[in-house]
């Protein structure tokens, strides 16, 4: 098994046209992941990688019985191409489009309240399943397959990670990227949820960052558990109240804090790495110890 992407699930791309869909979706393709559309507005009718473009949502759907979307539309459109997916009746929509303004991502939380449909992303870099292929802007080489589960807010400590987990040979059961801006889809708690109860999943690698609640929530979670969790924190020396790279890392007040973070974790019984080298003997040393109690 994996989380949220399997293998045959079909895809959907929006902003297949532009140049990050143009770039991209030939990738997800040689990884695996099932593109059977995409969609453009005024484009419909044409074709790319001899697959066909419609000018809406409702149509590709119609067409392919797609279930998932993956979004490359440009920032100030993007919100409207979420809340057409949903509309639509996409299960799951992976937003790509990083610097979409708060204001419209606060419109689209409220919309996903009134339909099925999950988010992930946005400002992500996608996710992936190794085997069955990524959805997204990960580099899949660098994917093995197996039993750990990987979360991060970060796509660059993505990459570095996973990359060090696969030299490791600790393969990957699902990778999600669940994007660094201050409102997204898909919580760490969410995401930790769906690894509890995935059979493949023996133990669960979670990458946070400074800002928010989210890690300290996800340690309350975390504690819970039943399979092993690895985290690390990163942005430890970032002074307060300045932006350190994702609009969500901000530090404000005594909320967000790396320390603040790391204390929950560790009081959540979660053991935490002081630097991204030590997450793979972390986690065989998770994996040998087994389920928790």
């Known amino acids: 098994m994996s989380i949220l ?6 895809v959907i791309v929006q902003g297949m046209t532009g140049a990050e869909g143009r770039y ?17 507005p005024g484009k419909g009718g044409q074709t790319f990688e001899n697959l066909p473009v419609f000018d809406t949502m409702t149509e590709a759907k119609a067409h392919t019985g797609a279930t998932i979307s993956c979004i ?13 997916a949903a509309a639509a009746g996409m299960a799951l929509v992976v937003c790509i489009t990083e610097n979409i303004p708060v204001n419209d991502m606060t419109r689209v939380a409220a919309f996903l309240k009134q339909h099925p449909t999950r988010l992930i992303g946005p400002n992500c870099p996608g996710l992936a399943t190794p085997g ?22 970060s796509g660059t400590l993505t990459y570095e990670v996973v990359s060090l987990l696969s030299e ?12 660094g801006d201050p409102i997204i889809g898909t919580t760490f708690i969410d995401c930790l949820r769906l690894f509890e ?27 819970t558990m039943k399979k092993p969790v690895v985290a690390f924190i990163s ?19 005594k909320t967000g804090t790396a320390q603040g973070k790391v204390e929950a974790l560790q009081t959540a019984g979660v053991p935490v790495a002081d630097t991204i080298f030590d997450i793979p003997e972390l986690t065989k040393q998770a994996l040998a110890k087994g389920a928790r109690a």
Not at 5 to 10: A, E, I, L, W
Not at 132 to 149: D, L, S, T, W
Not at 202 to 219: F, K, L, P, R, Y
Request: one cysteine or more; aromatic letters at 4%.
């Open 168 to 179: 490791a040979g600790l393969g990957q059961s699902s990778i999600i990227g669940i994007g």
């Open 24 to 40: 991209h979706t030939p990738r997800m393709i040689q990884s695996g992941a099932q593109v059977v559309a995409g969609v453009t």
């Open 197 to 223: 109860q995935d059979p493949q999943t023996t133990a669960v690698v979670m990458c946070g960052e400074i800002g928010g609640s989210d890690e300290e929530d996800a340690a309350a979670y975390a504690a």
């Open 235 to 253: 942005g430890r020396t970032a002074p307060p109240g300045k932006r350190m790279g994702h609009a969500g890392a901000i530090i404000s007040g």
């Open 5 to 10: 992407y399997h293998t045959g699930d079909k």
């Open 72 to 84: 490359f539309v440009p920032p100030a459109g993007a919100a409207d191409a979420i809340m057409e």
């Open 132 to 153: 069955a292929g990524k959805i997204g802007i990960m580099p899949y080489q660098i994917m093995r397959e197996g039993n750990v589960g990987f979360i991060s807010r």
